[in-house]
């Protein structure tokens, strides 16, 4: 289980220039309006965004830290999403959603594959007849590449991080090694570590455990475009829908 206690209130900072936007985006292309579920929401940017655009929206985290987070947000921006704590591997809303998303490499998180299996499957569970899932991932290329044997490194007024990411001990995995160092009430700086581990897959394992689920017209994208993925995408994007009832 990932420790986000004091994670959480400096996730905004680390990912202020992440493309909340452009994931919003993709929902906003499939359906014009809905109930949408929102799984790995953590500090509910793509939530709010949804919400803000009129869907009805229920956001779920493993991490109460950051949906606190998340719905402080809520509570300020006076929009009514409703956040449930539960880890996607168990999910249990009792409802019926139009869109599923998980955005925000939030499934790599799943680092074995019976859990992403898991989590498909109850994506699906939760998706009215012809609703959709949006999910993306990051590539082998990004992990092995862009990420393993690589330190990033930020210095802010009141926050500074060092983050180095190594191997794994299985195929497609990333160890991330962060150290924070905040800013307290009495200015000084308080250092704090956190261990991330990813895990992504082969396109054509995705593309398995979707059928699986009972996925159909599957559509496989990359980086925020219409391409098909090719050898140096970042980030792969799955659309893949529930069959209408008969």
Known sequence: MLSYERFSYVYDRLMEDAPYDEWAKLVMNERKAGKVLDLGCGTGE??????????????????????????????????PIQFIQQDMRELET???????TIFCDSLNYVTDREGVQSVLN????H?????????????LYKMDHLFIGQTFADNQEDVSYIWHSFAGEESGAV??????????????????????LQRTFEI??????????GFTALSITADFTEEEPFDSAERIFFKAFKPQKG
């Open 46 to 79: 793509c939530s709010i965004r949804l919400a803000e655009a009129g869907y009805d929206v229920t956001a779920v985290d493993l991490s109460e830290h950051m949906l606190s987070v998340a719905q402080e947000k809520a509570i300020a921006s006076k929009l």
């Open 94 to 100: 009792g409802d019926l959603y139009d869109v599923v």
């Open 122 to 125: 109850r994506a699906f569970t």
């Open 127 to 139: 998706l009215k007849p012809g609703g959709v899932l949006l999910f993306d991932v990051h590539s």
């Open 175 to 196: 160890e991330h090694e962060l150290s924070f160092f905040l800013e307290n009430e009495d200015g000084l700086y308080e250092r704090f570590d956190e261990i991330h």
């Open 204 to 213: 054509d394992e995705y593309i398995t455990w979707l059928s699986y689920s």
